[in-house]
């Protein structure tokens, strides 16, 4: 079955627009929002030969050396489908978007590894 890389991104701006609130409606949307995203991987449960999880900051490493870095990424799991699209159907209306202040999730396929 072909593997894709699912990655949960976010932009910065909005993750500090959710921390600027305050704690209890932080609260209450991760309350909404993490229930619906375990009942989600529950129901999917089957695709996820590798349930991934969320990232922190970034270290991006280039021939002048290592130095912090910004980018969307926030998460990731990696989804077996019958193709891009299944596994993008996967994500429709997702609680990263529809509840927290995620914009997208981006899926690739995996070109080399077990799944080719």
């Avoid at 349930?51 to 991006?60: A, C, D, S, Y």
């Avoid at 969307?72 to 996967?90: D, M, S, W």
């Amino acid at each position: 079955m072909p593997r894709f890389l699912a990655v949960y991104t976010m932009q910065p701006e909005d993750l500090a627009r959710f921390r600027a609130m305050p704690k209890a409606d932080q609260d209450a949307v991760d309350d909404i929002g993490l229930k619906q995203w375990a009942k989600w991987e529950k129901k999917n449960a089957a695709s996820f030969p590798d349930h991934g999880g969320m990232v922190g900051k970034t270290l991006r490493v280039t021939k002048n050396g290592a130095a912090p870095a910004t980018n969307p990424f926030c998460g990731y799991i990696v989804v077996e489908a019958e193709t891009i699209e299944a596994a993008a159907k996967l994500f429709e209306n997702h609680p990263h978007f529809s509840v927290f202040p995620g914009d997208g999730v981006d899926i690739m396929p995996f070109l080399t590894g077990p799944s080719t």
